[in-house]
């Protein structure tokens, strides 16, 4: 889909459709709404009178106007109360819209900023949210089915009529894009199945983004991993055929700094559970726990394209968790990069070992500070639902700026406690840790033992295990992968930079 601004009056744009939207409780519409109800000789006004249309958040009316304006049909979406509207409301009405624009076979669409001018919200921020509800909205996985889906909208332009605004909104609709476009690569490369996204695949394809997008990169095989002395993460992979990769893509900043943030994903390509094997139920979606990974991978993508002021560096530990002949087992002891000894309890405990050797590497290539993003423990959907991600770090204002981040990009992180009393769960009898703290408190434990490799740097770790699969389509979130967390680690990036 092709995207562009434009000045000027939406009810004169060149489109086969137009969206604009109501407030709940108004009876008189403004701005281009109440322009286009001018022209549509008040048919808006109409069905808001007649209760109808009640403006109601992602509540929906199409119109035919037959002349009087040059499209062939009318969107209005609801935005609910005024006071309520904020940035992930503009998300939702904009991929509600576009997803009825979609239905109705439109090809060009032009759209208002919801929320720019009357709304009360920046208009930047408000073109970004749009562009971001409408191309995430849209998103659909093609995966292996021989037919096309939907065929989709060809281009959409934003109108914004107040020329003092227009340079905002072309601002806002770029970093809205690259986000967006970031988020649904995370979805796709995550919605893969795992025969197909092995780790081969994911260096592969941090190889097709280096060049494409102008960064670095860096893939361990086995026999480096080896020599670095990972023996936490090539313990999980010995289960497998598939050969483990540590992939690591570097953005360079211009003019030079030393400040480097780390962003380490699990890329776990399928995750039996090893000799610690899981039930059978719901097996096929272990195929998402790359989820953390690919959200990396993903993040580098805008990243470069956004250019921040810093070093960010993207690093992905991509593996399967398999049950062969070769695979560890519960009792086994391995040693990690940074020399401490690991007992494995569990093999199913595998995110944090191939994170422990990621985070210990991000160290020696000098990060600053590292951020983990992981689908690392069932734990945190009893906790959360898929409401929020958990948070655990070692440093509070990185929580404060990993959450203040979070609500740009419409995700929530929440906080787990971090006592040190908790660490007494995972202390072993033969080694210097073990792999599993007991079912209590599995979510701060699990997150714990990979903050024991990030030692004195700044850290945290974003367990997105409740949040990265979508079991019902929300308004611009469809089914499966949901690309979790990449929006809040470029906006954290961004934000880092000022
Ligand atoms: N990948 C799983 C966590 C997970 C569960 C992700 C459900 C998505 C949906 C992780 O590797 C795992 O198996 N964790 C174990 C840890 C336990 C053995 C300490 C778990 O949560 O049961
Ligand atoms: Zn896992
Ligand atoms: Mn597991």
Known sequence: MELSVRGGDIIETAAD???????????????????????LGGAIQGLAADGEFKGE????????????????????????????????????????????????????VASIVHGSGIGGLDSELAAAALVEGTLLGLYQFQGAKSKAED????????VEKDEARLEAVRRGARVGQTLAEATNLARDITNQPANLM??????????????????????LDEQEMEKKGMGALLGVA???????????????????????????GKGLTFDSGGISLKAREGLENMKMDKAGGAAVLAAMQAIARLKPAINVLGIIAATENMPGGRAQKPGDVVRAMDGKTIEIISTDAEGRLILADAVTYARELNANLIVDVATLTGAVRTALGTQAAAIIA????LVQEVVAAGERAGERFWPLPT???????????????????????????GGLIIGEFAGTTPWAHLDIAGVAWGERELPYQPKGATGFSVRTLVNMVLSMTN
């Open 17 to 39: 459709t137009i969206i604009i939207n109501l407030f709940a409780g108004v009876t008189v519409p403004g701005g281009a709404t109440g322009v286009v109800d001018k022209a």
């Open 57 to 108: 958040l992602n509540e929906l009316a199409v119109l035919h106007p037959r002349g009087g304006i040059t499209a062939r049909r009318v969107i209005v979406v609801g935005l609910g109360q005024a006071e309520e509207l904020n940035l992930d409301r503009v998300r939702q009405a904009a991929g509600t819209a576009a997803k009825e624009a979609r239905k109705k076979n439109a090809q060009v």
């Open 151 to 158: 065929q989709g909208i060809k281009q959409l332009l934003l």
């Open 198 to 219: 092995i780790p081969e695949k994911m260096a592969l394809l941090a190889q097709e983004m280096a060049r494409r997008e102008g960064l670095t990169v860096t893939v």
């Open 238 to 264: 010995r289960g497998s055929q598939e050969p483990p990769r540590l992939i690591v893509l570097r953005y360079q900043a211009s003019p030079p700094t030393s400040k480097t943030v780390a962003l380490v």
């Open 394 to 397: 070692n440093n509070q204002s």
């Open 419 to 445: 006592y040190p009393e908790y660490k007494e769960q995972y202390k072993s009898q033969v080694a210097d840790i073990k792999n599993v703290g007991g079912s209590a408190a599995g979510t701060i434990t």
